[in-house]
């Protein structure tokens, strides 16, 4: 008979049968996305840049038959971004640039100014080694409005046309600052559709073609 209160009382008052039951009723939330997501809140509050404001200088040239008759010329502008996550953001960029050409022996300069917006994603993944994360290097899509106003020698008058255009490109961003100051680098790709693209000149130039840009950009971040 004692054996029999013996078990009895390891069964009813053992810690590991009575004090660590698993509660049944507990939030399985705790264990899944809510908690990974928390977690990602506090690391993108933390660690993350909630808002750039930037300038760039750089070059741009032509493809196709604008590159036949424009010459690279000098680009500048400057570009704010809002973050909505560690690799997430958009931004919105204004960017000038200046040209000479010469159409059928005449020579000119025109001035090319876009306005646009663009998704930037980032490369924050832990998978990738310290050396790709520390230069914050990213991928960007977006698209807006470009304007060209040309000059010639031989006519008094400025002649402007627009259209609209998709851009895609990448870059990097070294910090001279932590989270607060970078220096980048960014080409680009810019498809534009000007109207004339299907017109030739004189000598039988087709007016077609898009834009090649490459800028350096200084970023502060806050």
């Given at each position: 008979?004692?054996?029999?209160?013996?078990?009895?009382?390891?069964?009813?008052?053992?810690?590991?049968?009575?004090?660590?039951?698993?509660?049944?009723?507990?939030?399985?939330?705790?264990?899944?996305?809510?908690?990974?997501?928390?977690?990602?809140?506090?690391?993108?509050?933390?660690?993350?840049?909630?808002?750039?404001?930037?300038?760039?200088?750089?070059?741009?040239?032509?493809?196709?038959?604008?590159?036949?008759?424009?010459?690279?010329?000098?680009?500048?502008?400057?570009?704010i971004a809002y973050f909505f996550t560690r690799s997430f953001a958009i931004e919105f960029t204004v960017n000038n640039s200046w040209h000479q050409f010469l159409i059928d022996g005449r020579k000119g300069t025109a001035m090319l100014l876009d306005i646009l917006g663009r998704g930037k994603?980032?490369?924050?993944?832990?998978?990738?080694?310290?050396?790709?994360?520390?230069?914050?290097?990213?991928?960007?899509?977006?698209?807006?409005?470009?304007?060209?106003?040309?000059?010639?020698?031989?006519?008094?008058?400025?002649?402007?046309?627009?259209?609209?255009?998709?851009?895609?490109?990448?870059?990097?961003?070294?910090?001279?600052?932590?989270?607060?100051?970078?220096?980048?680098?960014?080409?680009?790709?810019?498809?534009?559709?000007?109207?004339?693209?299907?017109?030739?000149?004189?000598?039988?130039?087709?007016?077609?073609?898009?834009?090649?840009?490459?800028?350096?950009?200084?970023?502060?971040?806050?």
């Amino acid at each position: 008979m004692v054996w029999i209160f013996f078990v009895v009382f390891i069964f009813f008052f053992s810690p590991s049968v009575f004090g660590q039951a698993p509660d049944l009723f507990e939030d399985a939330s705790a264990y899944g996305y809510d908690l990974k997501q928390e977690a990602e809140d506090e690391l993108f509050f933390y660690e993350s840049r909630f808002v750039d404001i930037g300038l760039h200088v750089g070059g741009r040239s032509f493809t196709g038959g604008l590159g036949n008759l424009f010459g690279t010329g000098l680009s500048v502008g400057g570009f704010i971004a809002y973050f909505f996550t560690r690799s997430f953001a958009i931004e919105f960029t204004v960017n000038n640039s200046w040209h000479q050409f010469l159409i059928d022996g005449r020579k000119g300069t025109a001035m090319l100014l876009d306005i646009l917006g663009r998704g930037k994603f980032y490369f924050t993944s832990d998978e990738f080694s310290r050396a790709l994360t520390f230069a914050n290097p990213y991928l960007f899509m977006g698209g807006g409005q470009f304007i060209r106003t040309k000059s010639r020698s031989d006519v008094p008058a400025q002649t402007t046309d627009e259209g609209p255009g998709i851009e895609f490109g990448g870059g990097f961003e070294i910090p001279l600052k932590e989270r607060q100051l970078y220096l980048g680098v960014k080409p680009s790709y810019q498809l534009i559709f000007f109207q004339d693209e299907d017109d030739r000149t004189n000598r039988g130039t087709q007016l077609n073609g898009d834009a090649i840009s490459f800028v350096v950009n200084l970023t502060y971040s806050f």
